[in-house]
């Protein structure tokens, strides 16, 4: 029961100090804040671990972990104030400073935010005093019931715990829903309607037939939105409107330029695939989609502000203080085509994608290009200003690997003897000349490409032949069209992206 008493006033906290965050602001709430500095603090290794353990539900993972430390902590409150209340309200306090800590050190967090864990701390150490004198009454009385004693008493203050410990429980329930209903709430929505009417001055070309081998298991050459990948460090994505947005591109540049949203729609919109890749992503690994992308040239802009002599780095910073270091010679080159994007496949960005702007740089590794809820953009120098991945072990520079990966037949799966082997190809900025499959450690046979869209985006392969019965493996390895062609080397994701040949178990019956 003190457990229960002690658990119950954590939850009250948290659920009090969530409604305030989200009448304040999402990134007040305590539990999301310690959440995010739990996930700012994680070691490499252990990211990466979560990674490819959980994949893209690693953060859910954090999430329920939390809530079951902060549970147990809650039963502890509880436990260690069986005799006196005063120890649980000791441990209260200093969770509640934890909590406030976390909030305030937040990127961008106001003073208001202090709000979200003031509220918590008072709704835990309230809620505990009335628990626990309840509590205490009802232990009193079960000594009682030992004795045979008048059963009309017997259980009252016991009823007045449970009733008590129900609307506590509920009260908590319902106040953590309130703060999440009021955190979504607002103009993002209509904001991100609007959007949909803003036409790109140049569409993206219409795609060429044969573009996949989506009929032989290949992936579509667009992934849908609801399919793209999705990585990034926020636990609630950043409700950002386009009314709100300003991009601020200051530092090594001769003319300080501030984008507002019409300022940066009523420029020329280009869009264009592109194939994104996270450096996170394994041999064989599923973080690499293609969209339709529309949006400015960066190179136009920058060529506005007038990049300095030196400034050799991009430093750009989302709205939730996310920051991203990009080669200044990457972005100034208009080649590269590397974007400020407003549009994805057609539709306004998605919010977890970066509404209502984020930056797209072909040919780089996401966590080096690709800042989603962008705000911020200085003109430096690699030595002076070093990003978020920088800091935990990742490389400066970080150009997307050519690579491979076989879709079908599936690891492992039992496959007719005909199937073909099919899969994609990527070497973004170069291109892909060539893909080679062997079957059972046999001579490497090219297979079949797709039909060339741009050089930024995938290209889809496919082998067809016949399979004896038994046991196979296939292996790919493709060639860019500078005429490298991957090695066997087997490399994971850190420092700056996995190589080596994928390979697929396979079976016919
Ligand atoms: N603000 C912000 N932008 C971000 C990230 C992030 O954590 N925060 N993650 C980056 C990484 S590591 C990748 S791979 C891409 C992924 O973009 P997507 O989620 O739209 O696929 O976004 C990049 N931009
Ligand atoms: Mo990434």
Redesign the pocket.
């Known amino acids: 029961m003190a457990a229960f008493v002690g658990l119950l006033s954590v939850a009250a906290g948290l659920g009090v100090g969530h409604l305030v965050a989200g009448l304040v602001s999402s990134t007040a709430s305590p539990f999301l804040a310690v959440g995010g500095t739990a996930i700012d603090l994680t070691p490499i290794g252990l990211r990466e671990f979560a990674v490819r353990t959980f994949g893209t539900y690693d953060k859910a993972v954090l999430l329920l972990g939390m809530a079951v430390v902060i549970g147990l902590i809650g039963a502890v409150v509880g436990l260690v104030s069986r005799r006196s209340r005063v120890p649980g309200l000791v441990l209260i306090v200093l969770l509640g400073a934890v909590a406030a800590a976390a909030v305030m050190t937040r990127p961008n967090a106001g003073l208001l935010n202090f709000l979200a864990p003031l509220a918590a701390l008072i709704a835990s150490a309230e809620t505990f005093e009335v628990l626990h004198e309840r509590g205490q009454t009802s232990a009193a009385q079960a000594v009682d019931d030992a004795r045979p004693a008048d059963g009309v008493t017997v259980g009252v203050s016991r009823r007045k715990l449970l009733v008590g410990s129900a609307a506590v429980a509920a009260g908590a329930g319902i106040a953590a829903a309130g703060g999440q209903l009021l955190a979504g709430r607002g103009d993002v929505e209509t904001s991100r309607k609007a959007v949909g009417r803003i036409a790109p001055t140049v569409p993206a070309p219409p795609l060429p037939a044969g573009a996949d081998f989506a009929a032989d298991w290949s992936p579509s050459f667009i992934t849908p939105n609801r399919d ?7 636990l609630t994505p950043p409700q950002l409107s386009t009314e709100d947005w300003r991009l601020r591109i200051h530092g090594m540049v001769d003319r300080e330029i501030t984008l507002s949203w019409s300022d940066l729609v009523s420029r020329r919109l280009v869009e264009r695939p592109v194939t ?5 992503n394994e041999v064989g690994g599923p ?1 690499i ?1 293609t969209a339709n992308f529309t949006g400015v040239l960066l190179a136009d802009i920058l060529k506005e502000a007038g990049v300095q002599r030196g400034a050799d780095q991009v430093f750009t910073t ?1 709205v ?1 203080g ?1 920051t ?1 270091g990009t080669p200044t010679a990457t972005l100034i080159d208009s080649g590269r085509q590397a974007m400020l994007v407003i549009k994805m496949n057609g539709e306004p960005l998605p919010i ?3 509404f209502p702007v ?1 930056m797209i740089v072909p040919g780089l ?3 080096v290009s ?4 962008i705000t911020d953009m200085e003109l430096t120098t690699f030595d002076a200003q070093r990003a978020y ?1 920088l800091q935990r072990g990742w490389a400066q520079r970080a150009p997307i690997k050519t690579m491979s990966r076989i879709d079908s037949p599936g690891e492992s799966r039992r496959v007719r003897p005909d199937t073909p082997i099919t899969g994609i190809a990527w070497a973004q900025t170069k291109g892909i000349k060539k893909v080679e499959v062997r079957v059972d450690h046999g001579p490497w046979r090219p297979a079949e490409l797709s039909t060339e869209v741009n050089l930024d985006t995938w290209r889809m392969f496919r082998l067809r032949g016949r399979w004896e019965p038994g046991n196979h493996v296939a292996e790919v390895r493709a060639t860019d069209k500078t005429g490298y062609t991957q090695t066997a080397d087997r490399a994971g994701p850190i420092p700056d992206g996995a190589s080596g040949w994928h390979s697929v178990q396979f079976i016919v019956p």
Do not use: N, P
């Open positions: 793209f990948y999705r990585i990034d460090t926020t994104m890749l996270c450096v996170s973080y989609s989302s939730d996310w991203c977890e994608h970066g984020r590794y996401g966590y690709g800042t989603k809820w991945w």
